[in-house]
């Protein structure tokens, strides 16, 4: 957060993609809160391994 204030509520997104640039699995994570100019680890899982992980995107989904 390189804000000067907390951000709540923050929902966050991992998505893999194989060596084709097609998505293979996504995972969510929420986290409560992150104080300003501080950061917070984000854990994402996947309920089975996934082969031919070629890259991954991290995305902060805007709050409304």
Do not use: H, M
Not at 3 to 20: H, L, M, P
Not at 30 to 47: C, G, H, M, N
């Amino acid at each position: 957060n390189d804000g000067f204030e907390e951000a709540r509520g923050i929902t966050v997104v991992g998505v893999i993609f194989d060596d084709q640039g097609i998505a293979r699995a996504a995972s969510v994570s929420y986290l409560d809160r992150i104080a300003s100019k501080a950061s917070e680890p984000a854990v994402f899982t996947w309920r089975e391994p996934v082969a031919n992980v070629a890259r991954a995107e991290i995305t902060v989904l805007p709050s409304f």
